[in-house]
């Protein structure tokens, strides 16, 4: 395949080619063989480059591997574990290696033998790569691997185009979760939507943190984003969970292939929280939207994540929410996609948003528009949280909130789905730094149907709903200043909230009922 080709061309070419040859194997476990198959790809060719290299080396009488027609001292170089570590490269033996299995591909067994080199490249590496290795193909067709096999066999990992193989790893798990749909959810947020929320997080350094992390997009992006501001990538480590083991796995080659080291734990966040103690100075994730049954029968009263309040068992948002602050430094930020309801809804859910507001952590809140998600058809929106606005470096934002209305800003890309485009992305990100008085964006000015500070004072008037359209207005005044979409959102959290009261009130009835016999 042609490097000279865009990017987004040889992209899509992998990938129409690679689903043309997934025949009977069903989409979910197809994910994993693709990405495991492109992941021992990316370790080999690594391997391969720098066994070049070494090569090269031992034949270069300037170099200090200098062997001359020493061939078994040159061997032993070249089979030295120790040069290939020294320079991130992992050793791969000779039987896991790419062109080995392709010149393989054609043989019955090839299923098998890409199982053993799977095995094999692991137990060699077993601190880098235990438990990381997918290891089910020898139930596969023989003619979808050789395919595979093949396609892979052309893109290759050279010094002119380092970033190949992340770029299409992370193409290929955007188009997973696009034909998984909602089950794609559990392990991919749209890529804008990650940039959007990093732009506005900006973590130059310290710890990140993503609770929900599935396949490692907030990780990527943050790397990406000091990449773009000339920063230090060294100055910022990275710590994550996930409660699906596949999709952890997912997530580790992920950030193996970006050359990012993360402390990326198994289980459920709330139920089995692996990073207690952790304070990060920025939280950055896309949690589950609306989920049921999270845990509350499982976590103590006095659980001290859980300091606005209790969150009820039909819904995790909030406990959700209270868990990143639990985890954010003193003079942290949290940035979360959440669904819109959480703006508006009442019952124990608003008193919870009412306490987290009155601790004066909310910063910002920006609505996004429509079908940015393949995965839901749900609303959302970014609830950006900052724990000391007081002593914030840029100034004091004691007190303020700032409401961002971007539902009209994207760019349609077919029927279903819309996208923010970079432009979109910078002027929402440059309107909050505006906001907190950053450098080099201009001075913040509210600006009617986009954007307004607010106070706490203005918000408690409002019952601490935080829809950014109550807020905002709209550009022409009919005499109500509250968007018809906005109405219709916040009514359906209120009529949500009576729904949830009303199952409650039917179970206890029952209950009381059952306890006297009937």
Same mark, same amino acid.
């Given at each position: 395949?042609? $490097?000279?080709?865009?990017?987004?061309?040889?992209?899509?070419?992998?990938?129409?080619?690679?689903?043309?040859?997934?025949? /009977?194997?069903?989409?979910?476990?197809?994910?994993?063989?693709?990405?495991?198959?492109? #992941?021992?790809?990316?370790?080999?060719?690594?391997?391969?480059?720098?066994?070049?290299?070494?090569?090269?080396?031992?034949?270069?009488?300037d170099s200090p591997y200098?062997? *001359?027609?020493?061939?078994?001292?040159?061997?032993?170089?070249?089979?030295?574990?120790?040069?290939?570590?020294?320079?991130?490269?992992?050793?791969?033996?000779?039987?896991?290696?790419?062109?080995?299995?392709?010149?393989?591909?054609?043989?019955?067994?090839?299923?098998?033998?890409?199982?053993?080199?799977?095995?094999?490249?692991?137990?060699?590496?077993?601190?880098?790569?235990?438990?990381?290795?997918?290891?089910?193909?020898?139930?596969? /067709?023989?003619?979808?691997?050789?395919?595979?096999?093949?396609? #892979?066999?052309?893109?290759?990992? *050279?010094?002119?185009?380092?970033?190949?193989?992340?770029?299409?790893?992370?193409?290929?798990?955007?188009?997973?979760?696009?034909?998984?749909?909602?089950?794609? *959810?559990?392990?991919?947020?749209?890529?804008?939507?990650?940039?959007?929320?990093v732009e506005v997080l900006? +973590?130059?350094?310290?710890?990140?943190?993503? /609770?929900?992390?599935?396949?490692?997009?907030? #990780?990527?992006?943050?790397?990406?984003?000091?990449?773009?501001?000339?920063?230090?990538?060294?100055?910022?480590?990275?710590?994550?969970?996930?409660?699906?083991?596949?999709?952890?796995? $997912?997530?580790?080659?992920?950030?193996?292939?970006?050359?990012?080291? *993360?402390?990326?734990?198994?289980?459920?966040?709330?139920?089995?929280?692996?990073?207690?103690?952790?304070?990060?100075?920025?939280?950055?994730?896309?949690? +589950?939207?609306?989920?049921?049954?999270?845990?509350?029968?499982?976590?103590?009263?006095?659980? /001290?994540?859980?300091?606005?309040?209790?969150?009820?068992?039909?819904?995790?948002?909030?406990?959700?929410?209270?868990?990143?602050?639990?985890?954010?430094?003193?003079?942290?930020?949290?940035?979360?996609?959440?669904?819109?309801?959480?703006?508006?809804?009442?019952?124990?859910?608003?008193?919870?948003?009412?306490? $987290?507001?009155?601790?004066?952590?909310l910063d910002a809140v920006?609505?996004?528009?429509?079908?940015?998600?393949?995965?839901?058809?749900?609303?959302?929106?970014?609830?950006?949280?900052?724990?000391?606005?007081?002593?914030?470096?840029?100034?004091?934002?004691?007190?303020?909130?700032?409401?961002?209305?971007?539902?009209?800003?994207?760019?349609?890309?077919?029927?279903?789905?819309?996208?923010?485009?970079?432009?979109?992305?910078?002027?929402?990100?440059?309107?909050?730094?505006?906001?907190?008085?950053?450098?080099?964006?201009?001075?913040?000015?509210?600006?009617?149907?986009?954007?307004?500070?607010?106070?706490?004072?203005?918000?408690?008037?409002?019952?601490?709903?935080?829809?950014?359209?109550?807020?905002?207005? $709209?550009?022409?005044?009919?005499?109500?200043?509250?968007? #018809?979409?906005?109405?219709?959102?916040?009514?359906?959290?209120?009529?949500?909230?009576?729904?949830?009261?009303?199952?409650?009130?039917?179970?206890?009835?029952?209950?009381?009922?059952?306890?006297?016999?009937?």
């Amino acid at each position: 395949m042609a $490097i000279n080709r865009s990017n987004g061309e040889m992209d899509k070419e992998l990938w129409e080619t690679a689903e043309k040859l997934r025949g /009977p194997v069903e989409a979910a476990e197809y994910k994993h063989i693709v990405l495991g198959l492109l #992941f021992l790809k990316y370790m080999s060719d690594a391997f391969e480059q720098r066994r070049q290299e070494l090569e090269e080396l031992t034949r270069d009488p300037d170099s200090p591997y200098y062997c *001359g027609d020493d061939e078994e001292e040159r061997e032993f170089i070249l089979t030295d574990r120790d040069e290939y570590y020294s320079e991130n490269v992992l050793y791969v033996p000779e039987e896991a290696r790419w062109k080995h299995l392709q010149a393989n591909a054609t043989s019955p067994q090839i299923g098998t033998k890409i199982d053993e080199a799977m095995r094999t490249v692991e137990d060699e590496n077993p601190e880098q790569l235990k438990g990381l290795m997918y290891t089910r193909y020898s139930g596969i /067709p023989q003619d979808t691997l050789e395919g595979l096999l093949n396609q #892979f066999a052309d893109i290759d990992l *050279g010094d002119e185009d380092q970033d190949t193989f992340g770029r299409v790893y992370e193409y290929f798990i955007k188009e997973f979760a696009r034909e998984e749909g909602q089950r794609g *959810g559990e392990f991919y947020t749209p890529k804008h939507v990650v940039e959007l929320l990093v732009e506005v997080l900006e +973590p130059y350094e310290g710890k990140v943190f993503d /609770p929900f992390c599935g396949s490692g997009g907030m #990780f990527v992006q943050s790397k990406k984003f000091i990449e773009r501001h000339d920063g230090n990538e060294e100055s910022i480590s990275v710590y994550g969970q996930e409660i699906n083991n596949a999709v952890l796995r $997912i997530c580790k080659m992920n950030l193996f292939i970006r050359g990012i080291e *993360g402390k990326i734990k198994l289980g459920d966040s709330i139920r089995d929280d692996q990073h207690k103690g952790l304070k990060a100075d920025r939280v950055i994730t896309n949690p +589950p939207f609306n989920m049921s049954e999270w845990g509350k029968d499982v976590v103590a009263d006095d659980d /001290p994540r859980f300091q606005y309040g209790m969150p009820p068992s039909n819904n995790a948002n909030f406990a959700y929410m209270q868990h990143m602050i639990h985890h954010t430094t003193d003079d942290g930020m949290v940035g979360t996609v959440m669904a819109n309801g959480s703006m508006s809804v009442q019952g124990v859910e608003g008193d919870i948003r009412e306490e $987290i507001i009155e601790d004066d952590l909310l910063d910002a809140v920006i609505s996004l528009p429509k079908e940015l998600f393949f995965t839901t058809s749900i609303p959302v929106c970014l609830w950006i949280m900052s724990l000391d606005k007081e002593g914030d470096e840029y100034r004091d934002r004691s007190g303020e909130t700032l409401f961002v209305d971007a539902r009209g800003m994207y760019e349609e890309i077919d029927r279903t789905q819309n996208t923010l485009t970079n432009e979109h992305i910078e002027e929402i990100a440059d309107t909050v730094r505006a906001y907190r008085g950053e450098d080099g964006v201009g001075e913040y000015e509210d600006q009617t149907g986009f954007c307004k500070v607010e106070t706490k004072d203005e918000i408690a008037a409002n019952q601490y709903i935080i829809t950014p359209g109550r807020y905002v207005g $709209i550009e022409e005044d009919d005499g109500d200043d509250v968007p #018809f979409e906005v109405k219709m959102e916040e009514l359906s959290a209120e009529l949500r909230e009576e729904f949830r009261r009303s199952d409650e009130l039917q179970q206890d009835i029952e209950e009381s009922l059952g306890e006297v016999g009937f």
